[in-house]
Each structure stands twice: as C-alpha cells, then as structure tokens.
C-alpha cells in the first residue's frame, strides 16, 4: 500500500520548507492494521536554521500539515530537531516509534545516529507512557455507544508495545510481529476484519466482555513487568544529544536522501 502511494507521499515532502533529518510513516500502517482508507500520519524532524532559533525571529519548533491530493489524507507532523531530542529525553515512547519506523521516507546519516542514540534514552519510565496511552485508548474506545475496532486496537498495541519494551529494551509498534510472542487469536482476528474493511470497522457483536478481561489482563502483565524490568532508571544520552543537536544545527544535515 505504502510503495502504491509513494509518488504522493514523496510530493507532500518535496514541498517542506525546512530540511528533513528524517521523515518515517506511523499510525496504522506502522502499527499494522491499515485498512485500504487509511490516511498516512508521516511524522519527521525538521531542523531550522541557526538564524531562526538566534535571531528575534524564530522558526516554528512543531509543523502540522493535514492535507488531501490524489484522493489520499495525510497528516504530517515534524518537530524541530531540538524539541524532537527533549522529548526523547522525556520517556516519550511515541517519538521514538517514529524515529525507529522501518517505514522511510527521508533519511540521513544523521537519522543513523539519531537512532542509535535512542538505544541509551529507553527507560523503565517508558512503562507510565505506555500504561498511559493505552488507557485514553481504552476510554475511547469504551465512551462510543457503537464500538470500533481502531480504538481497541490502539490500546491492545500499545500494552504489548510495552510489555515487549519492558523485557527486551527494544521497541516494535507493529501489533502482527508482537503477537508472534502472545498468540492471541482475537487479535487476528480483529486485525483481519480492520485491514479488510474501512477505518470506521465495528467490533464484532457480542465479545466485549473479553476484550475488557484481556485489557485488564494486559495491563496488569505491563505492570508486572515494569516491576521486573532491568532498563535503567534514567537516560544516558543527554550529553550525546546535545551535541549531536548542535553539530547539526552549525553544520546541516549530512548525507540526506529518499529511501
């Protein structure tokens, strides 16, 4: 579906006022469940000139574009390569999916770095992300009197995210590859009726009693494992990130490129 739209998604980024560090695809696609009209949430970092972060006049540190061309939504958000470091220093579990989504658009040598870096800001504090994202999730999904099966999906992917982080340090967004571990056969379920129908696809009658138990359950299990999880308390990378923030702002981005 991805390489289908590529043309599409190349012109929302040759468009870009600001050089791109990288710029990666997130959302359903990165989490596995697009349906054939889902929009694409590209996400990325920008990085502003020296003159516009010195100067009285200074350059936006969030861009959000929503657009449609070519009869495809997107949705691009890119934060300045300085806001983009401060949060990952701030247990922030999202901007490191899309940093490390292997759905790329732009990269550089510099997103090379960047994401080796972000081994050394992983956390047992990413758990309260995850248990956090996973509950607005849940009260989405709980608050509709006609159930969709996004929202629940959401919440499901993000506890197995988590859990997944907790035990091995290592992030993966997609619900498919996590549930290699899991073998939870609602979930194959609900990812099948998702990429086959629409983005607004309904809950199967009948089944929310499990879908709560198995929320519960999850949640607990991310629990358990915070508790037990051996990742560091605090991130090493503070240091690393500020002057890998400052040699790109002096110097540019280096070895920029379409993947």
Same mark, same amino acid.
């Given at each position: 579906?991805?390489? !289908?739209?590529?043309?599409? *998604? ?11 560090? $990288? ?9 596995g ?14 990085? *502003? ?32 390569l ?41 956390t047992?504090?990413?758990?309260y992300?995850? *248990? ?7 009260i ?15 919440? $499901?992917?993000?506890?197995l995210?988590?859990?997944? *982080? ?15 571990t ?34 519960? !359950? ?28 400052? !040699? ?12």
């Amino acid at each position: 579906m991805i390489e !289908r739209d590529r043309s599409t *998604l190349d012109s929302l980024i040759a468009e870009y006022k600001y050089p791109l560090l $990288f710029a990666t695809i997130s959302g359903s696609h990165l989490y596995g469940f697009p349906s054939a009209d889902s929009d694409y949430d590209v996400r990325g970092a920008h990085v *502003l000139p020296a003159r516009e972060v010195v100067g009285l006049a200074t350059g936006p540190d969030t861009i959000e574009q929503s657009k449609v061309r070519d009869g495809i939504e997107l949705d691009m958000v890119s934060h300045d390569l300085k806001k983009f470091c401060t949060l990952m220093l701030k247990r922030n579990g999202y901007v490191l999916e899309q940093l490390l989504s292997p759905h790329v658009l732009v990269t550089s040598d510099d997103h090379q770095e960047l994401m080796a870096l972000a081994k050394t800001c992983i956390t047992r504090g990413h758990a309260y992300h995850y *248990l956090g994202f996973a509950e607005a999730s849940w009260i989405q999904y709980c608050k509709k009197p006609v159930k969709r099966i996004k929202p629940l999906l959401y919440a $499901f992917r993000v506890l197995l995210t988590g859990i997944h *982080l907790m035990r091995s340090g290592e992030i993966e967004a997609n619900i498919v590859a996590l549930n290699e571990t899991h073998r939870l056969g609602y979930l194959y379920d609900l990812v099948a009726k998702k990429t086959a129908d629409a983005e607004l696809a309904m809950v199967p009658a009948g089944s929310s009693d499990l879908y709560e138990r198995e929320y519960e !359950r999850l949640r607990g299990e991310l629990e358990d494992a915070y508790k037990a999880s051996t990742l560091p308390e605090q991130p090493s990378c503070e240091l690393a990130l500020d002057a890998f923030l400052i !040699r790109v702002r002096l110097d540019g981005i280096t070895g920029q490129r379409t993947a």
